[in-house]
């Protein structure tokens, strides 16, 4: 319980410390502000830069109170290793991120009851270096497509990206967006609903000739049949009667398989495509992702270990 008290309170700090309606603190002398703790304010300017390596993100963002200390935080630059951004619909509500497995990792919660300025992403798209960024918003405000927008100008490896509102990620997640996205981080997670074949297919194409640093594309969800087969017929593949065709020059592994699904590697190239499709008897007869990755190998020797273990399917000519 007390762990629950502790994490709801962190929780509850950093919605007072988003929130643009804060109290100021600079006019306050010493006397008055630090009688029971030390005088940080007075530290010489270098010092005080020094102690900002230290702070997590939400006691940077909480010195946007003092003039003085927002001013060396809105040019002292750092890490976070784990960053998730999530919105709850009160205190009390899960967060959509699990805490587990990420011992490094900070969060920030936001409350759907509450107005935020966007000034807290900009400060980390300024600053920050990240090298895993997870965000999952619900709504569709103006709020959450500049929060969106801003994860442009993040220096970012990894970027779990994800809308609990779908008609604000089809709006958003267009080929132009995703393109900005794919081009400064090297692995990428988002939901397939959200993602058109058109844009999926750039993606491929700018992969597959090396001119991004994107190394994984991800997709989980449900994929439907139609998205699929569109896919497939922008690389020269083509599905019919659970049998893939191609005239191009591309290699088809099988790594498991049962009565529904079946995992395929497809290689182009360095490129890997992997999917896991199924197929339905009786309500549904066709093809259905239910993942899908796109994986970038460098070197020929990854490439072929890789293919290890895998057994190679014969693809047929049309």
């Not at 008055?32 to 530290?43: K, N």
């Not at 999530?86 to 990792?105: D, H, L, N, Q, T």
């Not at 460098?298 to 047929?316: A, V």
Request: charged share 30%; aromatic share 12%.
């Amino acid at each position: 319980v007390a762990e629950s008290d502790d994490e709801e309170k962190k929780e509850i700090d950093m919605k007072m410390s988003l929130n643009p309606v804060v109290p100021q603190i600079e006019n306050l002398t010493l006397d008055e502000e630090c009688r029971d703790y030390f005088p940080i304010l007075a530290l010489p300017k270098e010092l005080k830069e020094h102690v900002f390596s230290f702070l997590s993100l939400q006691d940077r963002l909480k010195a946007r109170v003092n003039k003085s200390l927002a001013e060396i935080e809105a040019h002292s630059k750092y890490h976070v290793d784990v960053l998730c951004i999530g919105e709850k619909c009160c205190v009390r509500s899960p967060f959509c991120f699990s805490r587990e497995g990420y011992p490094s990792a900070q969060f920030i919660a936001l409350l759907e009851s509450e107005s935020y300025s966007t000034d807290f992403m900009r400060r980390i798209a300024h600053n920050a270096s990240i090298g895993s960024l997870r965000i999952r918003l619900n709504g569709s405000s103006e709020f959450h497509r500049e929060v969106f927008n801003l994860i442009k100008e993040i220096d970012i490896r990894y970027l779990g990206i994800y809308f609990a509102n779908k008609d604000l990620g089809k709006e958003m997640m267009v080929e132009p967006f995703v393109l900005d996205l794919a081009r400064f981080c090297t692995k990428m997670k988002s939901q397939i609903e959200t993602v058109t074949a058109e844009t999926i297919h750039e993606v491929y194409k700018i992969m597959i000739d090396g001119s991004t640093k994107l190394r994984y594309f991800v997709l989980l969800g449900s994929f439907d049949s139609e998205k699929c087969r569109k896919f497939f017929q922008f690389i020269g593949i083509t599905y019919r009667d659970e049998t893939l065709f191609s005239n191009r020059d591309v290699e088809v592994y099988e790594t498991e398989s049962s009565r529904y699904e079946e995992i395929w590697h497809i290689f182009d190239g360095h490129l890997e495509m992997n999917v896991s499709s199924c197929t339905f008897d009786d309500s549904y007869s066709g093809l259905y992702f239910s993942r899908f990755y796109l994986i970038r190998h460098d070197t020929q020797d990854s490439l072929e270990e890789r293919k290890k273990g895998m057994e190679r399917i014969e693809i047929d000519h049309e």
